[in-house]
């Protein structure tokens, strides 16, 4: 599905946009009263309001940007990858994001999501697989058709947690694998998992350095709502904190009792639910993404029954109006 803004003109920029799509072609032919009045702060004022509401009206619905995480069906991937992508077809969506190409090789996983009118946005790729051969990672996610190289997880040593020097090499090697995504169009996209917000005696987390030392046009970012909550963290806030980094996010429910304050990374299977039937705020947290600039929403099940949450959750999402 392309999703490319639509193309909606407003009635303001009719009047004076030329057939060749230019100002001046069309500012000729009027009077010098008008020309006049386009100095003015109300034409000013009326123009910027256009152009807002045109901007407005040709972003895609936040129900258009909803995919899956075809992680949510490793377990069936296993089994067979196009049962698997069979099944998120049935569930009504038509963007994913990729976890690996199952059995398949990337040319004919790409062309089992054709078959099924399957678009695949963002790319995940291990820390391990970028290191070894980066260019490889990324025309894989060119020749699939996708926008992101997601790196989901950080190598650390699990006893000491994420350190500052582990932070700075990470941010460097982020922004050259950002840097080499953009000479080909592509974003270079992290994902959080939670132990990155340990912070140390001054304050300063490894998200935080992280954060600071990757540049915005090269690093942008993938909130796992989950993970951010489980860490003791508030995804709102996080958001408001960072408007424009955040262009991905994994929408991931938690059970409505579990406890949080944990940077593990880790969590059991039970404490994630359906979306829409655990702890998390969605209506708060949509909106809150929306206006910071989300483009992409992808549910990903890790839960014990994905076969029934997956399909719940995309039904809730339908609903909600924001």
Request: proline content about 4%.
């Amino acid at each position: 599905m392309d999703m490319k803004p639509r193309r909606n003109v407003s009635p303001l920029l009719l009047s004076y946009e030329g057939d060749d799509g230019s100002v001046a072609g069309l500012a000729a032919d009027f009077n010098s009263d008008f020309l006049s009045m386009k100095k003015t702060p109300l034409f000013l004022l009326s123009l910027t309001v256009a152009v807002l509401t045109t901007a407005a009206l040709g972003a895609a619905d936040f129900h258009e940007r909803v995919g899956l995480q075809l992680w949510s069906l490793r377990e069936q991937t296993k089994e067979s990858t196009t049962h698997a992508l069979d099944l998120a077809e049935s569930y009504g969506i038509r963007l994913v994001e990729t976890a690996g190409t199952g059995s398949l090789t990337v040319e004919a996983f790409g062309n089992e999501l054709k078959a099924r009118k399957l678009s695949a946005v963002a790319f995940h790729a291990n820390f391990e697989a970028l290191q070894k051969d980066s260019a490889r990672v990324i025309a894989d996610a060119k020749a699939l058709g996708a926008s992101y190289v997601v790196m989901p997880w950080l190598p650390h040593d699990e006893k000491i947690g994420l350190t500052a020097a582990d932070a700075h090499r990470a941010a460097a090697q982020f922004n050259a694998w950002g840097k080499a995504c953009q000479t080909v169009g592509l974003k270079f996209g992290w994902h959080p998992h939670g132990f990155e917000f340990v912070a140390d005696a001054k304050g300063v987390s490894p998200f935080d350095i992280i954060v600071r030392e990757t540049k915005p046009e090269l690093v942008v970012l993938e909130m796992d709502v989950f993970w951010v909550y489980h860490a003791g963290q508030d995804p709102v806030k996080l958001l408001q904190e960072y408007p424009g980094r955040w262009q991905l996010m994994h929408v991931k429910d938690m059970r409505k009792g579990a406890a949080t304050g944990f940077s593990t990374g880790s969590a059991q299977a039970t404490d994630r639910v359906a979306v829409g039937a655990g702890q998390l705020d969605w209506p708060v947290i949509l909106r809150t993404a929306e206006k910071v600039g989300v483009k992409y929403y992808f549910i990903e099940d890790e839960g014990v029954q994905p076969l029934k949450d997956i399909p719940a959750g995309v039904q809730y999402l339908k609903a909600i109006k924001l």
